[in-house]
């Protein structure tokens, strides 16, 4: 991959510690660049910086830079507050330090990091102005003196992260496990005007790059196409994917024999979980007028005439329920903190966000016991195609032979069920 690898499929990692403590400075040790502003003056570093860079021989990752954890004041909040919402995005992070700390705040740190089950090491900062071992031993964490400023340790140190990464990180396929070699994979692709001209969106790239790399045959099609690409094609596609806001009219033209799914469902399993998120949208059978349904938008595109989050959605919702519920929605990287009051979220399909952050929100809704769906599932629900778009996922299909989902999973338009 290369320096335009998309950041949400980058592993993570975050360097953390006090004001000065060097954050700034290693991180442009790190990548020969400066990247990061450095100064003698506390809290220079006020918004995370975010640097794409690759690690051989592992790969692209993204280092953040962020804020002094021991910040000041009202502004002072705000900048500790943007650094935890960045804790929760790390698959790797790296606690900073320098002579003058007595590491009482860093062990707090990294038991707040072990707690998130992120992989965490120690650096030792500043190593050419004193050469006392300043050591957190007991924490038994991985642990290096390194000087930022003249590069001593700084090799050692990259070597760390790369054998880390290649050990423990291993991203989960978004389509290849479920195709082999040959397959053709017809790709329903309306164009989105949320997409920039002459572009298409991220997960429809994906996952044509992804098909390629299977070695499948992609074919793409607008949905009102479809029924003559089919019929052009020699032998019955393995499967056709398609944008969810055209889901109801591409499942009309693809017969009941070829599997159908959308861009949404797959990133589901990609940087989700497939099987919560089938669970989570049951909870629409149990809404009531004025419940709260959370809409989360992890992008932050200017809304459209026809926005898939602000306006389809929540009429399609309507309609099913026959009745109104009280919708919020939540835009960009933060998260809401108070999930109690929602009744249901439905998230977007995550294609800005990387898995570790998609995981902390599912864990987060699971601990304010709220179910959390995603948008490709809720419009298959609502259009009566469960369960016919999950067919094609092999981990699906326990649950489905068992019918262990509630008959109102698979309600479909009409009053009609059916495995």
Not at 44 to 71: H, M, Q, R, S, Y
Not at 270 to 278: C, I, R
């Amino acid at each position: 991959m290369k320096q335009t690898t998309p950041r949400g499929l980058r592993p993570h990692i975050g360097i953390f510690g006090r004001r000065n403590a060097g954050k700034s400075s290693l991180i442009n040790a790190l990548t020969h660049q400066e990247v990061a502003i450095v100064s003698e003056i506390p809290g220079t570093t006020t918004d995370p910086v975010f640097k794409a860079v690759e690690l051989l021989p592992f790969g692209p990752v993204t280092l953040i830079d962020t804020a002094g954890l021991d910040d000041e004041g009202f502004l002072g909040e705000l900048r500790k507050k943007k650094t935890l919402e960045i804790l929760r995005r790390c698959d790797l992070a790296l606690v900073v330090w320098d002579h003058n700390s007595d590491l009482t705040f860093e062990k707090q740190l990294i038991e707040l990091l072990r707690e998130n089950g992120i992989t965490t090491i120690g650096v030792q900062n500043k190593i050419d102005l004193v050469a006392t071992t300043n050591t957190l031993a007991d924490h038994q964490i991985p642990t290096f003196r390194v000087s930022a400023r003249t590069g001593e340790g700084i090799e050692e140190l990259k070597k760390a992260l790369i054998s880390i990464l290649q050990r423990s990180y291993q991203e989960k396929p978004l389509i290849k496990d479920l195709v082999t070699i040959g397959d053709t994979v017809v790709l329903v692709v309306p164009i989105d005007l949320g997409a920039p001209k002459g572009r298409l969106i991220l997960p429809q790239v994906q996952t044509i790059r992804e098909l390629l790399d299977a070695e499948a045959v992609v074919v793409i099609t607008k949905e009102r196409e479809l029924v003559e690409t089919l019929q052009g094609l020699k032998n019955p596609p393995r499967m056709v994917i398609t944008d969810s806001q055209v889901f109801h009219k591409v499942a009309g033209a693809v017969p009941p024999g070829i599997p159908l799914t959308s861009f949404s469902i797959l990133f589901a399993r990609y940087k989700g979980d497939l099987l919560t998120f089938v669970e989570g949208v049951e909870a629409i059978e149990k809404l009531k007028p004025g419940d709260k349904v959370l809409i989360s938008e992890a992008c932050t595109h200017h809304p459209m005439p026809d926005d898939i989050g602000r306006i389809k959605i929540p009429r399609w919702l309507r309609q099913r329920l026959g009745f109104e519920v009280d919708i919020d929605v939540n835009v960009g990287a933060s998260f809401p903190e108070n999930l109690s009051q929602y009744q249901l979220i439905i998230h977007c399909g995550a294609c800005m966000l990387n898995p570790k952050e998609m995981y902390y929100r599912i864990l987060t809704a699971k601990r304010e016991s709220v179910p959390i769906t995603n948008y490709g599932i809720t419009i298959a629900y609502l259009q009566g195609l469960f369960p016919r778009v999950l067919e094609v996922f092999p981990e699906m299909q326990a649950k489905l032979q068992a019918r262990t989902f509630s008959a109102s999973l698979f309600h479909r338009i009409g009053g009609k069920w059916s495995l």
